[in-house]
């Protein structure tokens, strides 16, 4: 028997809506090319949004087509999230660092008919626009005053195309499952994969985000997302902001810039922020140096890839920050976990706050996680037995854009990639990627916990772990070092200096030494060339 | 174009598993008829649902039939909340309040084909026996031990139920519309109407619930729902508690007890809590005679009608508790609006404050409101303007059980039968019942603001307000006064005083006297009588 409640729809165009009614008057911030400090409202967002869905219109955009964007946050780009999502199009989000190969392989897999570039990245259109096989316009995020000069054809003034339309749109009424963005994974072998966003995930999502056991915030708080809405929609953020009300803070192209963040932070009185460890390293380093407070700001949410203690440490002692850890990736939209505590902070040691915080955290409502051994069997939530995590969801990826195979395992499971385990109160934590983990004898050893254990010796400049076929192991691991400027430190030395603080069958069965590791792009230890470069190595013994 | 990610459903049955795997430590604390305080854990909760689940299939339950409760708020409740709905059959729960017409009414118009009955409304049952259509048993919330005993037919003891099975159920995937519950309106006129909620509907409003802008509890809170479980699922408390993880804390019988209720929130450590005015009346009667005090609780939600801004203050000042108004109702499961403010509580004076904090609040996201005139005009949000409130969502009634006819208008909105004022912030305001209004010359005149008015006159002991036809308004509003004993006012006398605190077309035309006012059962003025004793009334002038 069906419920008898009213057949309305999750949309982003219901979240732009009470954006407008219930939070009109929230503010936006942003750090734009052409103002160092624009501000307006959630309600004259909507007016504009309104206006460049006329626009994109008149320009013969329909539904289910794709714009491209290559830009920053802003305002303008979160007009852009709804002009073009709302209109029952796609906004596909770009990573401007891509390399030109992959930008024209993405735009093109996109069909992208319209790209939306901040005038920073019209070079990097420029170099390719010959091979863009959709492309039928540009449009600048500029005003008439600011376009740059550039030799593209079909080029568009942003702020002149909202100028000829009325702000009164009729936005289309949509099925919650219609597709409303799209985001490539930088995957580090093959091409991106796409991920194609439905309207339901994204506001399933934000109801998540905006748990009080999740970021929590509310009207009152002022969020600062340092996080690019390139990538996975800025986490979310510039939606939740619609269904909280919350003043929300757009840093522009200035994500790496401390002295900027912190001005930002103080003069607009951010209380909450999200980034990645290395944006966190660069604030606190320029505030280190320079002495100065980010007195407004409360909590820190932090993702992307592991964040140190010394981090948190010093965003608690310093400036009275917390920081709390969340876990996603792409084909997650990203959410899948945040580590609040589950008891009040004095029912913890701080050995054991510490242990905690530095993990992934628990799964928030709407995602669902299992660890599996290699033969799929679910493991047990010790905190010890670790396996190939794995997720269900409402916001969870089922087939990648244009590929006919499911995502999914045969069970309908997505496998992250990653390894993980989970402790009896929901805590998980990665401990590895699925290709670095090492296999031996059906058991597994982290590479990473390796990694960091050989790094606490004083001589040991970077480690790295890859396995090594073994005839009776099938692998087993090798500790490659850098060693410390000046050292002459020997393998058993350092193997001497791990035993007792891993597993016994876990050591290394060999060590060797090299002059430098090769790393990518984002300055990871490029594991996969790692591998080739020790394509022929052997154990001696 | 569709998006691709995992078509999970929304279901109680993906509540019920959160709460078990990543709640499963959370407490459940039950003051249980035979247990003055029972204490375990989401897990528990979850495994003895399992166990219910087989209970119900052995005696034959099928998915779509439908199981009613007179019960409590307690444990036992919530495990029949979850077997019985994440079975795919329905949980109707019964308000033992009703008179025993309608409670066969009901009983035979949902088709309850069991009874789940804490021993104390057995006798309600007894006395009924015969007029029930399609009961086939009547299941017992006790263990052997505490069984009472009867003379129905075809009595189960619940303890005895689960004794005899497994915990492990295999739970069925639900569609996210299918019904999990079914509560009827105590309408003042006609026979009671059933809303049947979808699993879809409760999911979503138990994230709005817990929203960080909402009530924003998380899994270090402890809440003490003082609303009953047999109406609209405790404001959706139990479900909320499933997905923040917070402790539960259920009053079983002791709702209306300030003593139980004051040492149950101490020794369980309540910080949150929520109920109607006369809870939070009778709270704090007992507190101020006691001299006791809760030291635990920070903020308590009131709402079910409107709360004198006295409680508000007395909470704030003696106990330094915040109050939180809400705004909903049985068609909406219930939520419609919080209160919360929308800028830090500094922004405010205290005078403001006060004039806010008493209203219903802003819609939360998913619900949408709007005011219209009698030809269906939208009217400003301007805080004056006021007219029929109307609400859309996905948790909002589209018809009624067994009803062939839609709840909603020509437009697809559901009319609250409430009279609203909306201000540009979107804090709405209750000013009256669409029946109760009176409609002069074609604008609307609030009863209730009369009322007030007029009993701000010393010797006026009560106040009602009706409107009387009239040849050329329409209507025109009446006022009815009981005098404070030994008073000697005259009609006069009270306009005089109302002078200048309304609008002059406001004005009462004519001033009455009578003895007493005729009232419902639960304390209200009871209007729709009134209207029949002053049916031949005509103005003199």
């Known amino acids: 028997m069906l419920g008898l409640m009213m057949n309305e729809q999750l949309t982003i165009t219901s979240l732009m809506q009470h954006g407008r009614s219930?939070?009109?008057?929230?503010?936006?911030?942003?750090?734009?090319?052409?103002?160092p400090r624009h501000s307006y409202t959630q309600a004259e967002c909507y007016d504009r949004a309104g206006q460049l869905a006329n626009a994109l219109k008149k320009l013969g955009l329909k539904e289910g087509e794709v714009v491209?964007?290559?830009?920053?946050?802003?305002?303008?780009?979160?007009?852009?999230?709804?002009?073009?999502?709302?209109?029952?199009?796609?906004?596909?989000?770009?990573?401007?660092?891509?390399?030109?190969?992959?930008?024209?392989?993405?735009?093109?897999?996109?069909?992208d008919r319209f790209l939306m570039v901040d005038p920073m990245f019209l070079p990097l259109i420029e170099a390719i626009e010959g091979t863009l096989t959709n492309l039928e316009g540009v449009i600048v995020l500029a005003s008439e005053d600011s376009m740059p000069t550039t030799k593209l054809k079909n080029v568009f003034c942003y702020e002149s195309l909202l100028d000829a339309e009325s702000s009164e749109f009729d936005w289309p009424e949509?099925?919650?499952?219609?597709?409303?963005?799209?985001?490539?994974?930088?995957?580090?072998?093959?091409?991106?994969?796409?991920?194609?966003?439905?309207?339901?995930?994204?506001?399933?999502?934000?109801?998540?985000?905006?748990l009080g056991g999740g970021m929590g915030l509310a009207a009152h708080d002022v969020a600062l997302p340092i996080v690019p809405m390139f990538h996975v929609n800025a986490w979310n953020i510039p939606y939740s902001a619609a269904l909280a009300g919350f003043k929300l803070v757009f840093p522009g192209s200035k994500m790496g810039d401390g002295e900027s963040l912190q001005r930002l932070i103080e003069e607009e009185k951010v209380n909450y922020s999200v980034g990645v460890p290395t944006v966190w390293l660069t604030l606190l380093t320029y505030l280190r140096e320079s002495g100065k407070k980010i007195t407004t700001m409360k909590r820190v949410g932090v993702g992307g890839s592991a964040c140190p203690l010394s981090i948190m440490k010093e965003f608690e002692e310093e400036h009275d920050v917390e920081t709390i850890t969340g876990w996603g990736m792409t084909e997650m939209a990203p959410l899948g976990s945040f580590n609040m505590l589950k008891r009040p902070r004095e029912?913890?040691?701080?050995?054991?706050?510490?242990?905690?915080?530095?993990?992934?955290?628990?799964?928030?409502?709407?995602?669902?996680?299992?660890?599996?051994?290699e033969s799929d069997r679910e493991l047990p939530w010790d905190g010890n037995a670790f396996g190939a995590?794995?997720?269900?969801?409402?916001?969870?990826?089922e087939r990648y854009f244009k590929h006919d195979d499911s995502a999914l395992d045969d069970n309908g499971w997505f496998d992250t990639g990653d390894v993980a385990t989970i402790d009896s109160d929901g805590v998980m934590t990665i401990t590895d990627r699925t290709k670095d983990v090492i296999k031996s004898g059906g058991e597994w050893i982290s590479s990473i916990d390796l990694e960091?254990?050989?790094?606490?010796?004083?001589?040991?400049?970077?480690?790295?772990?890859?396995?090594?076929?073994?005839?009776?192991?099938?692998?087993?691991?090798?500790?490659?070092?850098?060693?410390?400027?000046?050292?002459?430190?020997?393998?058993?030395?350092?193997?001497?200096?791990?035993?007792?603080?891993?597993?016994k069958w876990w050591m290394p069965d060999e060590v060797t030494f090299v002059e430098e590791l090769p790393h990518t792009a984002t300055g990871k230890i490029h594991k996969l060339k790692l591998r080739e470069q020790f394509s022929d190595y052997s154990f001696s013994s």
């Open 389 to 397: 995590l794995k997720v269900r969801g409402p916001w969870v990826v």
């Open 347 to 373: 029912d913890y040691t701080q050995e054991e706050y510490d242990d905690l915080r530095v993990r992934s955290g628990r799964q928030v409502f709407g995602v669902q996680m299992k660890i599996v051994d």
């Open 22 to 35: 219930i939070n009109g008057e929230s503010e936006i911030v942003s750090v734009v090319h052409d103002n």
């Open 452 to 503: 960091n254990c050989a790094m606490g010796h004083g001589d040991v400049a970077e480690a790295a772990v890859i396995g090594i076929a073994h005839p009776k192991w099938d692998e087993r691991p090798l500790l490659i070092v850098v060693k410390a400027a000046g050292s002459a430190v020997n393998g058993d030395e350092i193997l001497q200096f791990m035993d007792g603080k891993i597993a």
């Open 174 to 210: 949509l099925d919650e499952n219609t597709a409303c963005s799209l985001c490539y994974t930088s995957g580090t072998t093959g091409n991106p994969k796409g991920v194609l966003y439905s309207h339901r995930a994204l506001v399933l999502q934000s109801y998540a985000c905006c």
């Open 68 to 111: 491209g964007t290559l830009a920053w946050n802003d305002y303008r780009h979160m007009e852009v999230y709804y002009g073009v999502a709302c209109s029952g199009a796609v906004c596909h989000t770009i990573n401007p660092r891509l390399f030109p190969e992959q930008l024209v392989y993405i735009i093109n897999h996109a069909e």
